[in-house]
C-alpha cells in the first residue's frame, strides 16, 4: 500500500506537494504501478526525475509495467545522474510506441557477434523490438571520449546485422547534439584513422557490399571504407539511421 513510503520527508515524492482529487488520482495511478512495481522501486525511480516531471514519469512507467524486460533498465534508475538520465530516455523512447508493440520490446538484449577470427563478441542493445536494435544515447555533447565509444558498437553493429533497416540509433537533442552537428561528428569519427581502422578490422567485404548494396567491383577493404563514408555523408541516408529527437 501507499501508506509503506517512508523514504521521503516530509513526504514520498510521488505524492509530494499534492492534495484533495489531485491526491487521490495520483494513489489510483501509484496503486495500478503496484501490480508490478513495488513502492521501494517506484521511489527509486523518482530520485532525480523534478517534481514538475513526476506525473509524466509515472504514466510512462504505467504504460511501461506489463513488458516483461522492464526488471532490465529499472534498477539503472535512481543510481547516478548520468545513468539514471539515459535510462529514463531508453524508457521515454520506448514509451512512444502503440501498446502492442510497448509489450514486444526486449530491454536490455544481448547479441553476440564474431569477428573475422572468429572471436565471439557481445552487443547489449538499449532494447529490440522483432529484429530491430535500438542504440539510445543521452550524451550532453560529444567529448573526448565519444569517438572511441561510438566506433566500438558501431562497427560491431554493422558486421552483424543483415539489413540497415534493422538497426536505429537515437540520439537525445541538446545544445551540442543537433542534427547538423551529429552528422559532422560522425562523419568526422569515420573518416580519422582510429574509424578507418576499426571499420577494417571489424567489417567482412561481402557482407558489407551486400548490406550497403555497393558494386560488386569493389575489392580491398579501404576503398569499401570510402563507400562507407561516401553513404553517410548522404544526410538523408545518414537521417534513416541515425535520429536526433527530443
Excluded: C
Amino acid at each position: 500500500g501507499i501508506g509503506r513510503f517512508t523514504k521521503e520527508v516530509p513526504g514520498p515524492k510521488a505524492l509530494k506537494g499534492l492534495t484533495g482529487e489531485a491526491l487521490n488520482q495520483r494513489k489510483a495511478l501509484l496503486g495500478n504501478l503496484n501490480k508490478k512495481l513495488s513502492n521501494e522501486q517506484i521511489e527509486k525511480a523518482l530520485h532525480f526525475v523534478p517534481l514538475e516531471d513526476v506525473e509524466d514519469f509515472l504514466n510512462l512507467l504505467n504504460r511501461l509495467k506489463d513488458n516483461r524486460t522492464l526488471d532490465r533498465v529499472l534498477p539503472q534508475l535512481g543510481e547516478f545522474y548520468n545513468k539514471d538520465k539515459g535510462a529514463r530516455f531508453v524508457l521515454k523512447y520506448a514509451g512512444s510506441f502503440p501498446p502492442e508493440v510497448i509489450n514486444t520490446i526486449r530491454f536490455e538484449n544481448m547479441v553476440k557477434i564474431f569477428d573475422e577470427f572468429g572471436n565471439e563478441m557481445k552487443r547489449v542493445y538499449d532494447f529490440v523490438i522483432k529484429e530491430k536494435k535500438y542504440e539510445l544515447k543521452a550524451w550532453t555533447r560529444w567529448a573526448h571520449w565519444s569517438d572511441e565509444a561510438f566506433l566500438n558498437q558501431f562497427v560491431k553493429d554493422i558486421a552483424s546485422i543483415d539489413k540497415l533497416g534493422n538497426l536505429q540509433w537515437v540520439f537525445m537533442k541538446t545544445e551540442n547534439i543537433t542534427e547538423e552537428s551529429l552528422h559532422k561528428y560522425i562523419i568526422r569519427t569515420l573518416k580519422s584513422q582510429k574509424g578507418r581502422n576499426e571499420l577494417i578490422r571489424y567489417l567482412k567485404l561481402e557482407q558489407t557490399k551486400a548490406l550497403f548494396g555497393f558494386p560488386q567491383k569493389i575489392e580491398d577493404s579501404n576503398e569499401l571504407v570510402e563507400n562507407i563514408i561516401k553513404h553517410f555523408e548522404n544526410k538523408e541516408k545518414f537521417y534513416t539511421l541515425f535520429k536526433v529527437v527530443e
